[in-house]
């Protein structure tokens, strides 16, 4: 790694940072940590403009509405909340599931928000307010990770499930895992599925039209979490590194060291030029891409 391919290293969170999302005009990024606090940042300059002390628990789950206007947070607390973009105000709030929720997606339209917890349910709300109207339960334990494309919502946890909507019907399923899944992205155009398995040190691409795996790749390190760049043409991966990858060959294109302790989650900007990356050792960093 080049030394200048680290932009900035943001410091502020006093605990793990677990999550992170880049708001779709690519100028804040928004991280959520073990400290319980959401912290948004301009880009790249990483000037933190806000702390808000948002839950009451692990802030596990971070996600910007295709229009950027909010964004919403899932905690350990149990509750989802919405917040507004402009001035990180609450809009709402829920407390719908029984136990921790681990992450959140929002449809391709953004009137919904769904959100998966260790009470093995996924919730359906209506954004922005926030309001319950539906429950899945894909039957396969806690729900670890989320990803919406058109039509299709992919879960998981011991298995991968992908659902129809609205109607949560089940499409697919996989249980070929020894650990399960971890995380989980659809390219922009809705046609491909990443998915990282964290210890099993795999990342598996799915062909979302057909519901067949295209190819996986074995690594030697954590799959913790999962993002496509803007393109579709490369896979970021986070463990205790950041990795690019060629979903067609399975090829690494590029490592980025600098983080010291596990990488839980990455996102890249909406124009392609960077890469975020929040770790357990209270970092989060920005790359060039």
């Known amino acids: 790694m080049a030394d200048n391919e680290l932009v900035k290293t943001l410091q502020g969170h006093t605990d793990g940072v677990l999550s992170l999302a880049f708001s779709p005009c690519g100028k804040f990024l928004a991280t959520g940590g073990e400290d319980n606090a959401i912290k948004l940042w301009s880009i790249p300059d990483g000037i933190e403009i806000q702390t808000i002390p948002a839950h009451e628990g692990d802030v596990r789950a971070l996600a910007f509405d295709p229009d950027g206007d909010v964004f919403a947070s899932a905690a350990w607390d149990k509750n989802v909340k919405i917040w507004r973009t402009a001035d990180c105000s609450t809009l709402a709030s829920a407390s719908k599931h029984a136990g921790p929720v681990n992450c959140l997606a929002f449809s391709p339209d953004g009137k919904f928000l769904y959100s998966g917890s260790d009470d093995g349910t996924i919730k359906v709300f209506s954004s922005p307010k926030c309001w319950l109207e539906n429950t899945l339960e894909p ?38 895992y020894v650990y399960g899944v971890k995380a989980l992205a659809f390219s922009p155009d809705g046609k491909t599925l990443a998915v990282g398995t964290g210890m099993e040190k795999r990342l598996e691409i799915w062909n979302a ?4 795996e295209a190819g996986s790749v074995k690594d030697s390190d954590w799959v913790n979490c999962v993002a496509f760049t ?53 970092t989060v960093k920005i790359w060039a891409l």
Request: net charge negative; proline share 4%.
């Open 139 to 176: 039957g396969i334990g806690d729900i670890k990770a989320l990803a919406v494309a058109a039509g299709m919502l992919a879960a998981g946890g011991v298995e991968l499930q992908f659902l129809e909507l609205p109607s949560g019907k089940l499409l697919k399923d996989n249980d070929s």
């Open 209 to 212: 039209e057909k519901l067949e």
């Open 230 to 282: 803007p393109d579709g043409k490369r896979i970021v991966t986070g463990g205790s590194a950041v990795k690019v990858w060629d979903p067609v060959s399975g090829a690494c294109l590029k490592t980025y060291e600098g983080h010291a302790d596990e990488i839980h989650a990455v996102d890249v900007s909406p124009d392609g030029k960077y890469i975020a990356s929040a770790s357990n050792d209270k």
